[in-house]
């Protein structure tokens, strides 16, 4: 009897009381709140940092593209440790820039040279050959400069995003001479 008077009081008295709804609306809320907060800055920082990279792709290709002089292995370091510096990369990066010229005879592009940094490989004839929906149409055996660029990108927080690789390809006429060319001396 005790038990079920008790149990009929805490019951009535609990049921009309409203004085701690707030307090317990926000523990359910707050930490939905602060997850839903910490998501859209991760994104927006991944979407910052896609900028930046592209920014930095474009930037590295406007610059070889005006190049009347051979560039070397010195000049493609520059243009990486620039690239490190403008993305701001603290995982690494890799870099790859070719020259290719375009062959309308047999409707194909043919590399003139391919140069890289990190952890990719130099592209090969075979490779740039079936380029044609990648590239513009141009005249036969004009050259164009392609910029691949790479960067791993590792959100702030972990809240559903995944670390990526940023990957963006650019292409550039050369602007000053009609192609680019590439020497192994210093």
């Known amino acids: 009897m005790l038990r079920h008077h008790l149990k009929?009081?805490?019951?009535?008295?609990?049921t009309r009381r409203e004085d701690g709804t707030v307090a317990i609306e926000t523990v359910i809320i707050l930490p939905m709140m602060f997850w839903a907060f910490l998501s859209m800055f991760s994104i927006f920082d991944a979407f910052r940092q896609y900028s930046i990279n592209q920014k930095a792709?474009?930037?590295?290709?406007?610059m070889i593209s005006r190049e009347t002089l051979p560039i070397n292995n010195a000049y493609l370091d520059g243009a990486q440790d620039l690239f490190d510096y403008l993305t701001r990369s603290r995982e690494g990066s890799a870099i790859r820039v070719s020259s290719l010229k375009w062959d309308n005879d047999n409707r194909i592009f043919m590399r003139d040279w391919s140069k890289a940094r990190g952890w990719v490989s130099p592209l090969s004839n075979s490779n740039v050959s079936g380029w044609i929906d990648r590239l513009p149409i141009m005249?036969?055996?004009?050259?164009?400069?392609?910029?691949?660029?790479?960067?791993?990108?590792?959100?702030?927080?972990?809240?559903?995003?995944?670390?990526?690789?940023i990957r963006n390809f650019t292409f550039t006429r050369p602007r000053y001479a009609p192609s680019v060319l590439w020497t192994d001396e210093i």
């Open 8 to 14: 009929s009081f805490l019951c009535a008295n609990f």
């Open 57 to 62: 792709a474009y930037t590295i290709g406007d």
């Open 139 to 165: 005249r036969h055996n004009e050259r164009i400069v392609v910029v691949e660029t790479w960067s791993k990108y590792d959100p702030p927080f972990n809240t559903g995003l995944e670390d990526r690789e």
